[in-house]
């Protein structure tokens, strides 16, 4: 937040994870020191359809259904979010693309980069061909998910004890 420029401080908006961390982790005290009360977003599906580019620190659903809005930055330690080799190629062509970063520093600059010409940066080639390998690696949704999910809780009724 500190190293985006100006206007991009003005169009900044933060949603903590959940309701819980403003209490539990005093992120409302914290955020008072750099953002106006009116600048934290609670309801975070009204804040995806209005964000410009959306900012999200956690490799999980928020990052899955932030790819799907629209631009999107990961800025995450790779320390702390462990993938499986089989993700290392997509990892690397995210951070090509400018979409995965380990600096916010860089993640800062590339927003303040992009800020004016989002779509530009987001139609990339390059951008368009990591988007569409996040979501055939990390998001591959099978035509007849309902039928497996109805399997698997068939199965698991059949192997549930019941307590009398």
């Known amino acids: 937040?500190?190293?985006?420029?100006?206007?991009?401080?003005?169009?900044?908006?933060?949603?903590?994870?959940?309701?819980?961390?403003?209490?539990?982790?005093?992120?409302?005290?914290?955020?008072?020191?750099?953002?106006?009360?009116?600048?934290?977003?609670?309801?975070?599906?009204?804040?995806?359809?209005?964000?410009?580019?959306?900012?999200?620190?956690?490799?999980?659903?928020?990052?899955?259904?932030?790819?799907?809005?629209?631009?999107?930055?990961?800025?995450y330690k790779e320390k702390h979010w462990r993938h499986t080799k089989h993700f290392n190629n997509l990892v690397l062509n995210l951070k090509k693309a400018k979409i995965l970063f380990e600096d916010p520093l860089l993640a800062a600059q590339h927003?303040?980069?992009?800020?004016?010409?989002?779509?530009?940066?987001?139609?990339?080639?390059?951008?368009?061909?990591?988007r569409r390998q996040f979501v055939n690696e990390a998001c591959n949704m099978d035509d007849n998910s309902i039928n497996i999910w109805r399997n698997f809780l068939t199965s698991q009724k059949d192997n549930r004890h019941d307590v009398k």
Not at 112 to 130: F, G, I, L, Y
């Open 1 to 75: 937040y500190e190293n985006l420029d100006l206007d991009l401080k003005n169009n900044f908006y933060f949603k903590p994870r959940i309701l819980d961390d403003l209490e539990n982790w005093n992120v409302q005290d914290r955020l008072k020191y750099f953002l106006p009360e009116n600048k934290i977003v609670l309801n975070y599906k009204k804040s995806f359809k209005s964000a410009k580019i959306i900012v999200t620190n956690s490799p999980k659903t928020s990052f899955y259904e932030a790819m799907i809005s629209g631009p999107t930055i990961l800025l």
């Open 111 to 130: 927003i303040n980069k992009v800020w004016n010409k989002v779509d530009t940066w987001w139609e990339n080639k390059q951008v368009k061909k990591a």
